[in-house]
């Protein structure tokens, strides 16, 4: 069996899967890789237009953002779960909280995933089954990085702006000027 039949034999006779993610070039990204693995992507930009999709067509797989810019995507989630229960779904976000992926596991997420997420990550999760647990990535971010990452998000949805930004971060707006001249930590 050649390596493009192993794939497709794992994923199974229904290779559709949703990616749904308000960020364009990860969303684009995300579907060409998952592609190349054998997948055949639907994109989605916002909960409504994941919820129409889960409703109408819902796929085999589903990955999914936390928070998009109209709501809560554990919402696609969970209708994808009513209309097609043997749908496997993964959620993604930039903002990890044990509480939330309480939630996401117990509506019928399969996994829950700390952005930036690479597709074999994201394959793995999806393709694993029962007690088999994907293993845990070969080089996951330092702490340095997550919180740098974290801290550029906020930065982004706060339109840039370093005051509103800092008092987000409950931290002194100096401070998070030197952390922002920084380059990103490895």
């Known amino acids: 069996m050649t390596g493009e039949n192993v794939a497709r034999a794992s994923i199974g006779e229904d290779p559709s899967i949703l990616i749904l993610d308000d960020d364009a070039a990860f969303r684009q990204r995300l579907a060409r890789a998952m592609e190349r693995r054998g ?5 989605a930009a916002t909960v409504a237009e994941g919820l129409g999709i ?3 067509r819902p796929p085999a797989f ?5 928070r998009l ?10 209708a994808l ?8 779904a ?7 909280a044990i509480a939330t992926a309480v939630a996401a596991v117990k509506i019928g997420a399969v996994d829950y995933l700390a952005k930036p997420a690479d597709a074999d990550d994201i394959e793995k999760a999806l393709l694993s089954r029962g007690e088999d647990k994907p293993a845990p990535p070969e080089n ?20 840039r702006n370093v005051s509103e930004t800092a008092r987000r971060l409950n931290m002194h707006r100096r ?6 001249a920084k380059r990103s930590p490895r």
């Open 69 to 78: 810019e109209d709501g809560n995507g554990l919402d696609v989630v969970e």
């Open 90 to 96: 993964i959620v993604l976000t930039g903002y990890g």
């Open 39 to 43: 997948f055949e992507p639907i994109q």
């Open 54 to 56: 889960a409703r109408t």
């Open 140 to 159: 996951p971010m330092s702490a340095d990085r997550v919180r740098w990452e974290h801290i550029q998000r906020v930065f982004e949805l706060c339109d």
């Open 175 to 180: 401070t998070l000027q030197r952390i922002l």
């Open 81 to 88: 779960r009513e209309t097609r229960p043997d749908s496997r």
């Open 62 to 66: 589903a990955v999914v953002d936390l």
